[in-house]
């Protein structure tokens, strides 16, 4: 009677080997490459606008066009490295593990607050805000944190603190910061008792459900960083292809107002001897986008031209907090009554801060 003795043949798997290796090596030279790019973004857009093309830096077009390069460059950075960064937050910190513990302790309302702060201290315009609330939404965070964070993110940073401390002195500026902070735990908390969950779009939560089933085999596989890593660029890189068209129709809306419309529009309807001039400051700001930085100059010739602080303040709230290209992008994470929902929260907040700020201010 015989055995026949197997044998292991040296590099049978190499082929597959090779294949993870190269996915390696090319996301080792990629990644350190996009975020050269991103700390190159303005003087790349300079470039192509002033240089390439040839236009002049002080015109409508110009203005207008490096919004679009610079802003669209980014946002579409951002999303992959957050999206990425979220792949291997679930890697690790399963998504139905963190969804339980964050719906199931009494927190007493801390999570929202905690959510609000770190949107302040995030510098992100209302835009560059949804690659941050697509990773938390598909990390499986709760929609009423997400929320606290998206509101908070656009009004509060450390430019907009910065320029209202230089301009408006130190009592504007605690009061601006203090209650872009606390608008966003409340109104978090506010839309999280709302349940609207339903309302986030087929996409969204068809990426849930797949989140929770990829963690669940890489936690049973026990699966090394290193190995998990090509997997969790590929989805990233999915969940850019699937938000491109709306972040380019969306920041094309924001390019084209940014550059064409005249401030001197509004100043005319928002004087102090109109009772509607909170509201119609928060629904003629709404369509517009700009960052902190941008509309804050704004503000002061607002305020210059006789437009009370509150009314201003309300404008700026809901032009970097509020906007058309913002539902746009919402638009690939979210249905269109959810989105109504927020905006329509959000404009009540912003215009009862805008009559409270014009008593007190």
């Known amino acids: ?158 430019v907009a603190v910065a320029m209202f401390l230089g301009l408006f002195g130190i009592k504007v500026t605690l009061i601006y910061a203090g209650s872009g902070i606390l608008l966003g735990a409340f109104g978090g908390f506010l839309l999280g008792k709302f349940k609207l969950d339903r309302y986030l779009s087929d996409w969204v939560q068809q990426i849930q459900a797949n989140s929770v089933q990829v963690s669940q085999q890489w936690e049973a596989e026990k699966k090394s960083f290193i190995y998990r890593l090509p997997g969790i660029i590929q989805e990233g890189w999915n969940i850019v292809r699937k938000v491109l068209v709306y972040v380019l129709i969306g920041i094309a809306i924001g390019a084209l107002m940014h550059g064409f419309v005249p401030e001197n529009f509004f100043t005319a309807y928002l004087s102090a001897d109109k ?31 006789g437009v009370p602080l509150g009314t201003a303040i309300a404008f700026m709230m809901a032009v970097v907090g509020l906007s058309l290209p913002e539902a746009t992008l919402l638009k690939k994470v979210m249905k269109w009554k959810l989105i109504g929902i927020f905006f329509g929260t959000i404009s009540f907040f912003i215009i009862l801060l805008g009559y409270l700020f014009n008593l007190i201010l």
């Open 1 to 158: 009677m015989s055995f026949a003795k197997t044998q292991t043949i040296p590099g049978a798997d190499s082929p597959k080997q090779k294949k993870h290796t190269r996915l390696i090596v090319s996301v080792a030279v990629f990644l350190p490459a996009l975020l050269l790019l991103y700390y190159f973004l303005v003087p790349i857009a300079d470039f192509f606008v002033y240089k390439l093309i040839g236009l002049a830096p002080d015109t409508k077009l110009a203005e207008s066009l490096h919004f679009f390069i610079y802003d669209t460059t980014k946002i579409l950075i951002l999303l992959f490295l957050i999206s990425s960064l979220m792949g291997v937050v679930n890697a690790y910190f399963p998504v139905e593990r963190l969804r339980v513990y964050l719906t199931t302790k009494k927190m007493y309302g801390m999570q929202y607050l905690s959510a609000s702060f770190f949107g302040a201290v995030t510098p992100f315009c209302s835009c560059s805000s949804i690659p941050l609330f697509i990773g938390f939404v598909n990390g499986g965070i709760p929609l009423g944190v997400t929320f606290a964070f998206l509101i908070t993110s656009p009004l509060v940073n450390e």
């Open 275 to 305: 009772w509607y001039a909170v509201p119609l400051a928060v629904i003629l700001a709404v369509p517009l986008y700009a960052n902190a930085a941008g509309i804050v100059p704004v503000i002061q010739v607002f305020v210059a031209k």
